[in-house]
Nanobody
Framework: QVQLQESGGGSVQIGGSLRLSCATSGNIDSTYYMAWFRQAPGKERRGIAAIGGAGKTFYDNAVKGRFTVSRDDAKNTLYLQMNNLAPEDTAMYYC?????????????????????WGQGTQVTVSS
């Protein structure tokens, strides 16, 4: 069983930065795919950034060039550095983890591809 716990959310002004962390524990190793999803009120949960075991990264167009996903397997932690934040980035942010099976490798932003989720951390961007 894998446990995930996000932290680092908060309120920030337009153009500001935040770094989210996702601490992992349990039966997880460096081969796992890990991803960040977000869900705004009234909208579906959407994948925005993912990283594979070999360090390959994936970004949704909405965050490409502004957000950076990384992992420190020695610290069992996934990160999301978010720069130049905009009001449309306001959402609950979730981390997810999954062994590297074919579905998650081909569709790293598919909600159904992940079985382990954190509780989420809120990010609010305002003027």
């Amino acid at each position: 069983q894998v446990q995930l716990q996000e932290s680092g959310g908060g309120s920030v002004q337009i153009g500001g930065s935040l770094r989210l962390s996702c601490a992992t524990s349990g039966n997880i190793d460096s081969t796992y795919y890990m991803a960040w999803f977000r869900q705004a009120p009234g909208k579906e949960r959407r994948g925005i950034a993912a990283i594979g075991g070999a360090g390959k990264t994936f970004y949704d167009n909405a965050v490409k060039g502004r957000f950076t996903v990384s992992r420190d397997d020695a610290k069992n932690t996934l990160y999301l550095q978010m720069n130049n934040l905009a009001p449309e980035d306001t959402a609950m942010y979730y981390c997810a983890a999954e062994p590297p099976h074919q579905q998650v490798q081909h569709f790293p932003f598919m909600v159904a591809a992940y079985n382990s989720w954190g509780q989420g951390t809120q990010v609010t961007v305002s003027s």
